[in-house]
């Protein structure tokens, strides 16, 4: 008789059991279902946020590239007026330098066009080391628009009087051939 009143135990033991396994695997399945929707969700959400930052950040850089632009048109301005100012002062020191016929200068009669512009870089290595004789000196073996840009660049640094009136002496010359 015992192995007749354990059989119904046994098998209620093992159905017991078999429907726990079939919890527990709908509860697997569940847990794998939900945590496939929560990363499902999670991109979602990622890519919407993703989104919002690209949004802002390409309204920053909208801000940023405004700005940068008013920025840059300011110092262009500023650098505009700067060099209008250089021009100006260059043009009145040349005035100073090469009289003009009508300004009571002892000029031949002959006016002097001179296009002054602003020259950043010496003519040549050392220049500005060297006094007004050595300068001049080296004058002679220069060429008309080397004359010309040599008196731009002193006119906008060292404005040596001396040195200005003997580039201005080699360019009204008439060239020997």
């Not at 695997?25 to 929560?38: C, E, N, V, Y």
């Not at 500023?78 to 090469?98: D, H, L, N, P, S």
């Not at 512009?117 to 006094?131: H, I, K, Q, R, S």
Request: contains cysteine.
């Amino acid at each position: 008789m015992t192995a007749t009143s354990e059989s119904p135990n046994i098998r209620q033991r093992i159905e017991e059991r078999m429907a726990r396994a079939r919890e527990r695997r709908r509860k697997a399945a569940l847990t794998w279902l939900g945590l496939a929707g929560l990363t499902y969700d999670a991109g979602i959400s990622f890519l919407e946020r993703a989104k919002q930052l690209r949004d802002k950040a390409e309204a920053r850089g909208e801000q940023v590239q405004e700005d940068a632009n008013v920025h840059i048109s300011a110092l262009k301005d500023k650098v505009a007026g700067t060099m209008e100012e250089r021009r100006r002062r260059c043009r009145q020191r040349v005035e100073r330098i090469v009289p003009s016929k009508t300004e009571g200068g002892q000029g031949n009669g002959e006016s002097v066009e001179i296009d002054v512009e602003f020259v950043a870089e010496a003519p040549w290595p050392g220049y500005d080391d060297l006094n007004v004789q050595q300068v001049v000196e080296r004058l002679q073996a220069l060429e008309q628009h080397d004359l010309r840009s040599l008196r731009a660049y002193e006119v906008a640094h060292k404005n040596r009087v001396s040195v200005l009136r003997e580039i201005n002496r080699l360019l009204t010359e008439p060239v020997q051939a």
